[in-house]
């Protein structure tokens, strides 16, 4: 009878480590504890078994190169009628993608989709604030006010209630702040040059200053970089001086995968 019970035990623990075993398991396990390179090992084996699984296109959007097609998957995380665990987390990337460039009125409409599906996700108090963020571009600085405030009554404990509270302690009208402080000639060139992680590139100065003010809000070291194309002048913003690439890449992989797709390595002159 000790041995059935005993091999009983065994059987069942062996199925149940399977269970946990299983592709679409240990890409979820990876993305909780953070470890990215481990979900581009396990994603192949994942699509393989599951290849329309609204979780493998979550994490085939997240390690694509190709922001175009990373956004095509978000938005196919979307269409299945029973909601992804993954949905909420789609259409945040999805209003980035679109805020990244510079479909400002687009983004915020996603941010709120986001908010009215999703009343009690984890980004309820990130989208509002970014909504804010949105309006601030758009030129709406009273509608980004009234936000900020809002967000600050109803998430008095977040991160981004403080980051709220800090922008409305600035002149009420925050935009020509903005357009009062464009610089009228670059930095001096460095005397060495080094790797930068680049976070969007703007057509607009004050664009690429506002997504500089809310980085170095939140602890970025940042800077913005004229930078032509053409007969075209754009602004970008850097994150970040790095000796190598490799030093680079790893704290981009670190710190900046997560909060957008939409970066390059890049190098100073």
Known sequence: MTKRLCLFLFVLASVRAGFSQTPLSALERAWVEDRFEEIVRLLPAAEKAHPNHPTVLFFRALVSEDAERAFTYYKQVLEPKDDSKYAETALLKMAQYHYAHERYTTARKTYQLLQKRYPRSRWV???????????????????????????????????????????????PDRAAQINAHVPDKLPEKQSKSYYAIQVGAFSQVNNAKTILAGLEKVGYNGQIVEKKVGSRIFWAVWIGRFTDRAAAEEYAKRFILKMTKEYQIVKSE
């Not at 600050?152 to 800090?166: E, F, Q």
């Open 125 to 171: 108090d990130d989208s509002i604030y970014l909504i804010g963020q949105s309006y601030l571009a758009e030129g709406k600085s009273d509608s980004a006010r009234i936000t900020w405030r809002n967000l600050i009554k109803a998430y008095p404990g977040s991160l981004y209630a403080d980051l709220a509270v800090a922008d409305l302690e600035q002149t």
